[in-house]
């Protein structure tokens, strides 16, 4: 699922992650659309700032605590997020490639599957599951 308001951005990284092989299941651009559609999505690349104001940080611990979603924070606000929130995986700065947004997505699945993954290295990750940051 991308968590995104700005249409532009939000169908190049949909382009993207289907373009990889995968069903992008939605596009919401807010908390109401992101938490309708949280009972279908594996992993969600959420943006901070959205059509209802700063919802991205409750969405994304909603997401991945409530509906056990592999959340990854795709923002230019990455300093909002201080030292990373309970239960999701990381941040990418905005604005990102496309090879930043493939590289984001193939972690992600990783992660999701408890494989070995190195983390792309414009991802800055929070310990797994508790928010505190850990190192790459």
């Known amino acids: ?7 532009i951005v939000a169908t190049e990284i949909e382009y993207v992650v289907a373009e990889m092989g995968h069903d992008p299941i939605a596009i919401a651009a807010d908390q109401r659309s992101a938490l309708a559609h ?3 999505a594996d992993i969600a690349l959420v943006d901070l700032n959205l059509r ?3 919802s991205g ?3 994304g611990k909603i997401l991945a605590q409530t509906h056990g ?3 990854l924070f ?3 606000n990455p300093a909002q997020l201080g030292e990373g929130v ?3 995986v990381g941040v990418m700065p905005k604005p990102a490639t ?3 947004v493939r590289e984001a997505v193939e972690f992600a699945i990783a992660h999701r599957l408890a494989a070995e993954a190195r983390p792309p290295r414009r991802l800055r990750l929070f310990g797994w599951g508790d928010g505190s940051l850990a190192s790459n």
């Not at 699922?1 to 249409?7: C, G, K, S, T, Y």
């Open 1 to 7: 699922m991308i968590v995104e308001d700005e249409i």
């Open 38 to 40: 949280a009972s279908r």
């Open 52 to 54: 209802d104001g700063p």
């Open 57 to 59: 940080i409750g969405i």
């Open 69 to 71: 979603v592999t959340v």
């Open 74 to 76: 795709l923002t230019a």
């Open 86 to 88: 309970p239960g999701t």
């Open 98 to 100: 496309d090879r930043d």
